[in-house]
């Protein structure tokens, strides 16, 4: 499976970006698919994750309220909109597709600014 995020770049405190990772390959094999981040000196770290349906999402505890995911299955494409950012949330956005018993894809990452 290969992914490519867009959408990233830079924003004022406030302000709001969507991010958009679209898959290809064997889509099919995936079983989730996520959000994650990594600041400069940081681990990287879970922002969101969706099921294949959409039924289920998980949040981390910085983005609720703030952030929210999404999927379009006939377009093998995530989302994540983001609202209300805020300068700690600047980081490199990674989309990951879970995809059970094989190894995890991860796209390249797009970078997200958010000026103070």
């Known amino acids: 499976v290969q992914l490519v995020e867009s959408g990233g770049g830079l924003v004022q405190a406030g302000g709001s970006l969507r991010l958009s990772c679209a898959a290809s390959?064997?889509?099919?094999?995936?079983?989730?698919m996520g959000w994650y981040r990594q600041a400069p000196g940081k681990q990287r770290e879970l922002v969101a994750t969706?099921?294949?349906?959409?039924?289920?999402?998980r949040y981390a505890d910085s983005v609720k309220g703030r952030f929210t995911i999404s999927r379009d299955n006939a377009k093998n494409t995530m989302y994540l909109q983001m609202n209300s950012l805020k300068p700690e949330d600047t980081a490199v956005y990674y989309c990951?597709?879970?995809?059970?018993?094989?190894?995890?894809?991860w796209g390249q990452g797009t970078q997200v600014t958010v000026s103070s």
């Open positions: 969706i099921t294949k349906g959409g039924g289920t999402t």
């Open positions: 990951n597709a879970d995809r059970g018993f094989r190894e995890p894809s």
């Open positions: 390959g064997s889509t099919n094999s995936i079983i989730a």
